[in-house]
């Protein structure tokens, strides 16, 4: 079986029975987010949830970025691993959607290091000066290249980043997409192994993550 074909769920339920079990708020968002969204498919889920979180306790990040909040799953994985005066800084544009990942981070133990805002992230990090230890990106993929190119001044040496969606269903190994999301993941993978700025691997993990630290 190809990484990109659908994995079975006999071996996604194994997966998840072998990893360490996620948080009880986290169980609830996602039974929330199946129930009351209409493409529910893209919350970061348990595997990739659980990814976020070890990454972040390992890091000990101060500053956290991360952009497309969704319903905050992930941001939710991504402060388990906040220093004590740490924050996460996550961004979204979907105003109609915000009483949901609101609601569950007012009742979260890391309510006070959230600053969730309805901004455009291309507008935010133009604006912003804060150097981050720590970057999920999970939003608008056709944007994905220039958001490479802005985060950049924002990082130093030892920052990771996290793209996802990158192996997007396979379709990266079209010659000749026609989709315009499709050429810019290409495009971004492509800039991201060729900047000697960064190492990076991706994780072929549900539908790719592109693991980057700034060299």
């Known amino acids: 079986m190809s990484f990109f074909e659908e994995i079975s769920p006999e071996m996604d339920r194994y997966l998840e029975s072998h990893a360490s079990s996620e948080p009880d708020i986290l169980k609830r ?36 970025l991360e952009i497309g909040t969704f319903t905050g799953y992930a941001t939710l994985c991504l402060a388990e691993g906040l220093k004590k005066d740490g924050k996460i800084i996550t961004l979204d544009v979907n105003q109609e959607l915000a009483y949901l990942p609101r609601k569950y981070f007012e009742e979260s133990v890391f309510s006070n290091q959230i600053d969730f805002r309805l901004q455009d992230a291309r507008d935010f ?60 993941i290409k495009e971004l993978n492509s800039l991201i192994a060729q900047d000697e700025d960064f190492e990076n691997l991706i994780l072929p993990l549900r539908d790719g993550v592109n693991l980057m630290r700034m060299k």
């Open 29 to 64: 968002l996602r039974k929330e987010t199946f129930r009351k969204t209409t493409q529910p498919h893209m919350i970061s889920g348990y595997q990739q949830g659980r990814l976020l979180s070890i990454l972040s306790k390992m890091l000990q990040p101060k500053n956290i």
């Open 125 to 184: 990090l133009a604006d912003n000066k804060t150097l981050f230890d720590l970057v999920f990106i999970d939003a608008d993929k056709e944007n994905y290249v220039e958001y490479l190119a802005l985060i950049k001044p924002h990082l130093r040496s030892g920052s990771v980043v996290l793209f996802d969606n990158v192996l997007w269903y396979g379709k990266v190994l079209e010659e000749n997409p026609k989709q315009k999301a499709t050429q810019r």
